[in-house]
């Protein structure tokens, strides 16, 4: 004799197999948000990280580097850039809900649990020494103060008008590894390349500032557009002309030619640029200024390749 199935029982099937769709209906939303967390939606800042990688990966080998290399550090900017929007935006979560441009942000808006985010940041940073751990003895030390900075930023916003010049040091930490781990030491040159680097990201990075200066005065986060105020298109053009200075001394110490002078002055264009977008303060446009500052990073490596390329065919 055949038992028939309790009525409860169907119930629970069913109220089961309603959790397994849920489940799967969810699951797509939740790996879009861990996607949009890392940033990868938007690969601007990525590219920002990587430029200054790789301005020092040819000074380093004079030249082409090592692929095997390239490939550590490319891969290294990826997973750092993506533990960096992790760790920003746990930092933030209380305040991203409060400014309009990011309070449809993973966290602000539930996508993502504070406790996924934390986790989610130690795995790329663990990803990202194993990456280092392929590499030297000095390049595996430094790292560490990569992590540091990347951790600290965040929360300098809260202490201080110049997290932009913690945020330079992260973006161009990269630059002395390069150098380690490509010639097994850190010459003296190789740190006029990272302060010249530092100086353009608190450039840009004032012009990202300026773009929720409003709703970060409101909310009481800090940042170098509210301390420049009223001066802060005098100050962010003095910042671009040491920037100019700072690559053309570089140019001098590493023996450059003209390709890598003429990045240099299509980097001063692009500057001169930056400044008419920025001159009515306009949140759009000074987002647009900041974005522009892809094409000089991609200047200035073109600018490099272009005169190693020349050399090496003479």
């Not at 939303?29 to 967390?37: A, D, E, N, Q, S």
């Not at 913690?166 to 097994?184: D, E, N, Y």
């Not at 909310?219 to 105020?229: D, M, N, Q």
């Amino acid at each position: 004799m055949t038992a028939k199935p309790s009525p409860s029982s169907g119930k629970r099937a069913t109220t089961a197999a309603r959790a397994r769709r849920s489940a799967a209906r969810k699951r797509p939303g939740l790996l879009l948000g861990y996607w949009r967390l890392m940033r990868f939606d938007r690969p601007i800042g990525m590219l920002l990280l990587l430029w200054p990688t790789l301005w020092a990966l040819w000074f380093a080998a004079e030249g082409l580097p090592e692929p095997g290399l390239l490939g550590i550090f490319v891969a290294g900017v990826v997973l750092m850039r993506a533990a960096g929007c992790v760790i920003n935006d746990f930092a933030d979560r209380h305040v991203d809900g409060s400014v309009k441009r990011t309070r449809d942000r993973p966290l602000p808006s539930g996508q993502v649990s504070p406790a996924a985010a934390v986790t989610l940041f130690a795995i790329l940073c663990l990803a990202a020494f194993a990456l280092v751990l392929m590499t030297n003895t000095l390049t595996i030390q430094l790292s560490f103060g990569a992590v540091a900075l990347a951790f600290c930023y965040p929360f300098m916003k809260r202490y201080t008008h110049l997290p932009q010049v913690v945020l330079g040091a992260a973006f161009s930490w990269g630059i002395p590894m390069a150098f380690a781990a490509q010639t097994g030491s850190v010459a003296p040159d190789a740190w006029l390349v990272f302060i010249t680097a530092v100086l353009w990201t608190i450039v840009y990075d004032t012009f990202y500032g300026m773009v929720d200066r409003d709703d970060d005065i409101a909310v009481g986060v800090k940042s170098t557009a509210i301390l420049f105020a009223e001066h802060d298109r005098l100050i962010t053009g003095c910042l671009q002309g040491l920037v100019l200075a700072g690559l053309v001394i570089v140019g001098d110490k590493f023996s450059m030619g003209g390709f890598y002078y003429l990045g240099v002055a299509l980097a001063a264009v692009l500057f001169g640029y930056q400044q008419y977008l920025i001159r009515h303060r306009e949140r759009e446009a000074c987002f647009r200024a900041f974005l522009d500052n892809n094409y000089v990073g991609m200047a200035i490596f073109a600018g490099i390749v272009a005169d190693y390329a020349s050399k090496s065919l003479q």
